[in-house]
């Protein structure tokens, strides 16, 4: 009797545990979906300044060279707004919710045009290592807020500027995409290694001054993306040297052929928690 007791509280506090991974799962990508909208309005209040302060240049001075540098400015932060817009947040906007194959070069491509500015702020030069790959199967939403979480590691992880590598393989014989980002920055120390991608993890005091980072949420959320995908995430890094996070994604199987890992990709909220491994 005590045992069946103890089996209903289990089972309550089981479907408690998932009903909170699954709050928590939602707070992150809330969290990714405000950074990118921190982002975009900070962009986007950069390409007005720029903006305002050419039309006054232009209104100021009567010359044709420097009305014509004017407007030349002028366009081309007008361009680079469209294309926000149009590109990332019209992408983030259409993607899918389900996996689907999905060109995983763009949504590097986008990431990076949106973060540009900030890595620049950072004294961040960002190497982009594009190979071709077939499409991988994925939802690109959340392959994004992945990158996003981890090139914002990186970056952070770098407080004095300096170099990242993001790069894309392909790997024909496993099946699979390869995505790495790497940064030659503080590293991680062992003994925090295995604990990474726990849930509320963090060394950072709290959000840095654009606002990021210091919950501990990051890694958790893109490891379970990761592993929902079928896909693997697996972390190298040394003290003083780096750190390097490397993705491997299933390649989307080809038009016409039976579909299987989209069947297996609930977005589950299990994953191992201190999974992670250095190699
Ligand atoms: N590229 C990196 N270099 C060095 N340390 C890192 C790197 N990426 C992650 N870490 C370490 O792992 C911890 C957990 O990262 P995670 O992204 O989960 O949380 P966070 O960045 O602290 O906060 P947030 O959830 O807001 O992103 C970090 O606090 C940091 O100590
Ligand atoms: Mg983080």
Not at 26 to 33: C, H, N, S
């Amino acid at each position: 009797m005590t045992q069946s007791a103890d089996q209903i509280s289990n089972g309550q506090l089981v479907a408690e545990l998932e009903a909170t991974r699954r709050q928590l799962r939602d707070a992150q990508q809330m969290a990714a979906l405000g950074e990118l909208l921190g982002t975009t309005t900070h962009e986007f209040n950069n390409i007005l300044m720029s903006v305002i302060n050419y039309a006054k240049m232009g209104l100021r001075h009567s010359d044709e060279a420097t009305r014509t540098k004017s407007l030349e400015k002028i366009l081309s932060a007008g361009q680079r707004a469209a294309k926000i817009t149009k590109t990332v947040l019209g992408a983030a906007r259409n993607r899918s919710e389900s996996p689907e194959p999905t060109d995983l070069a763009t949504i590097v491509g986008d990431v990076m045009m949106l973060l540009e500015r900030e890595m620049r702020k950072y004294r961040i030069a960002v190497d982009c290592e594009l190979q071709p790959t077939p499409p991988a199967l994925a939802v690109g939403n959340q392959i994004q807020q992945v990158l996003i979480n981890l090139v914002i590691n990186a970056r952070q992880a770098m407080p004095e500027g300096g170099r990242m590598l993001v790069r894309l393989q392909n790997d024909p014989a496993a099946k699979v995409i390869e995505l790495t980002v790497r940064d030659w920055g503080t590293g991680i120390a062992a003994d925090k290694l295995p604990h990474i991608f726990d849930r509320f993890f963090t060394t950072k005091d709290g959000p840095d001054a654009s606002g990021k980072g210091g919950t501990g949420l990051g890694l958790a959320a893109c490891k379970e993306i990761i592993d929902a995908h079928g896909g693997r995430i697996r972390v190298e890094s040394t003290v003083g040297k780096g750190t390097a996070f490397v993705i491997k994604l299933p390649v989307a199987p080809a038009a016409g052929a039976s579909n299987t890992v989209a069947a297996a990709l609930p977005a589950t909220g299990v994953f191992n928690a201190g999974a992670s491994q250095q190699t």
